[in-house]
């Protein structure tokens, strides 16, 4: 069972600190799947609304890469009065995975047995760890079972394994998006390019640097930033967004860190205290990688996203998660689950995933170039009575953080259908709506109602 804390735990974690109104739990040991354990293991949350007496009116959101748990950082025109995510209806509940810089157990943790951060030495985690630690908080919440687990890219990972890591019943619906059973070797060997982008920065170390921006491997993080950008988008997004148009706007320095250049014997006035304009630009770019201005405003954009991310991620998580997505695969260690495994190439699959519970809504995003629509028909075949939406966009595999309107019309069409019982009363005072409460520790001991707005 988790204790819920009226405290941040992580108060040396300074990306935990970006995130605002964070609840936190600990978990006194977790054990992990690599046979490791994880002791005093912080979750970091956040939750909308208030439970019904049944306490089952309950959505489990799942986040991203490099997501939070706050859902109005990533999903936010899907939040609120009348939307998918209706605080008025249900209670939402958003954690913040295992190896994430934003708050629960990672790299950036303090290592109890040692009082030293883990680092590169924080034990590998999986999605289904991330499952078994979010449960343990939705005990301590007084959770009775969930009506929908939702969540795209690695949360709709997530999304697939609720049901495959609780009891029978617990889950009565997923709507995994822009996903699949198993990430492809497409989707490893992407990952792997940015993980050697890290690995190639001399600021790397091992993993053994001084974490917060201006300590890490920036150069290396934000290369692998790019990389990515170019998975998550498509070829007609940028055509159609940068063209051939000259870059203008000079990238935005970055305020912090110091620089942290060669040392010589002789001292370069320019390079270690810039003075000029000119110079002043050099060792900006040269902080965080870039050695050139870049000449395309689509250069430009990729440059500016690099630059963006290493001042919010932390270049060990980011290795930790993209490793925890690339071991994904429903399957692994449950060939005894196969149940009527059909014989065919889907039959393994198609055996393990009969246990989540029918009707399933796969949302795909039809220019994915990263999680192909092919696995997202593919897994909507293997799932017991599932549908397949398409979502159109542009925009690749994060449609599914772009395409709101399209998106929160399925969600919120499928949760209106699958569980009217809790749309029938609206006598929720609607100021509550203007600012938002998050659930007080204890609340569920003390008083048999979380209160959550
Ligand atoms: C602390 C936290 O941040 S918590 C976590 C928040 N993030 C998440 O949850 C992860 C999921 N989110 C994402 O991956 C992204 O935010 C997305 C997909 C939702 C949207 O991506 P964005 O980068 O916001 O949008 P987009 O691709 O349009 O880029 C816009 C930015 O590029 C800049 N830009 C565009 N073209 C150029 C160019 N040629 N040169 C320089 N900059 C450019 C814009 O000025 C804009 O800057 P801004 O972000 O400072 O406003
Ligand atoms: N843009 C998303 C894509 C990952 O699927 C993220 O950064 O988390």
Redesign the pocket.
């Known amino acids: 069972m988790a204790t819920l804390l009226d405290h941040n735990p992580n108060a040396e974690n300074f ?1 935990a600190g ?2 605002q109104g964070q609840r936190f739990a600990v978990i006194p040991e977790l054990a992990l799947d690599s046979g490791e354990v994880l002791r005093s293991c912080p979750i970091a949350y956040k939750t909308w609304g208030r439970f019904n007496e049944t306490r089952d009116n309950v959505l489990v959101i799942c ?2 890469l ?3 748990s ?1 859902i109005s ?2 999903w936010s025109p899907l939040l609120g009065r009348g939307k998918a995510f209706d605080p008025a209806h249900f209670f939402i509940f958003c954690a913040n995975v295992l190896g994430s810089p ?1 708050g629960s157990a990672s790299p950036l943790t303090i290592d109890p047995r040692t009082g030293q951060r883990y680092a590169s030495e924080f034990p590998q985690t999986t999605v289904r760890d991330d499952v078994r630690a979010h449960k343990y908080v939705l005990d301590a919440l007084g959770v009775r079972s969930v009506a929908a687990v939702i969540g795209g890219s690695m949360g709709g990972m997530t999304t697939l394994e609720w049901p495959l890591c609780t009891e029978p019943g617990f889950v009565k619906s997923i709507i995994p998006i822009a996903t699949a059973a198993d990430h492809s070797a497409w989707g490893i060997s992407w990952a792997e390019t940015q993980r050697q982008c890290i690995y190639s920065d001399p600021k790397f170390d091992d993993g053994y640097y001084e974490p917060r921006p201006e300590g890490q491997p920036s150069a290396g993080l934000a290369a692998a930033r790019m990389v990515a950008m170019l998975t ?1 988008r498509s070829c007609v997004s940028f055509d159609h967004r ?1 063209g051939r148009k000259p ?1 203008r ?1 000079k ?1 935005r320095p970055v305020q912090e860190p110091p620089l942290d250049l060669p040392r010589t014997d002789v001292p370069v006035a320019t390079a270690t205290t810039p003075t000029s304009p000119a110079a002043k630009d050099r060792a900006d770019r040269k902080s965080w990688g870039a050695r050139r201005d870049p000449s395309f ?2 250069q ?2 990729l ?3 690099g630059q ?1 991310f290493v001042q ?1 991620f932390d270049a060990n998580c980011y290795l930790h998660i993209t490793n925890k997505m690339d071991a994904h695969d429903v399957t692994l260690d449950r060939t005894h689950d196969q149940g009527e495994s059909s014989g065919d190439d889907d039959g393994v699959v198609r055996g393990v995933l009969a246990r989540v519970p029918p009707g399933a809504l796969v949302v795909s995003v039809e220019t994915d170039a990263l999680f192909l629509p092919e696995q997202q028909e593919r897994l909507a075949a293997c799932l017991p009575d599932a549908t397949l939406a398409m979502l159109k966009s542009s925009d690749g595999h ?1 449609g599914f ?2 395409e709101f309107e399209q998106l929160g019309t399925l969600i919120l069409g499928k949760l209106m259908k699958d569980f009217p019982q809790f749309y029938g009363s609206n006598d929720v005072d609607s100021t509550l709506f203007e600012d938002e409460h998050t659930a007080q520790p204890g609340g569920a001991s003390l008083t048999g109602e979380v209160e959550a707005w």
């Open positions: 990306y970006l995130i986040h991203a490099t997501g939070s706050d950082d990533w934003y998550y940068f870059q706007q990238p405003s689509a430009g954009y440059h500016y996203q963006k919010r994060d953080l772009l």
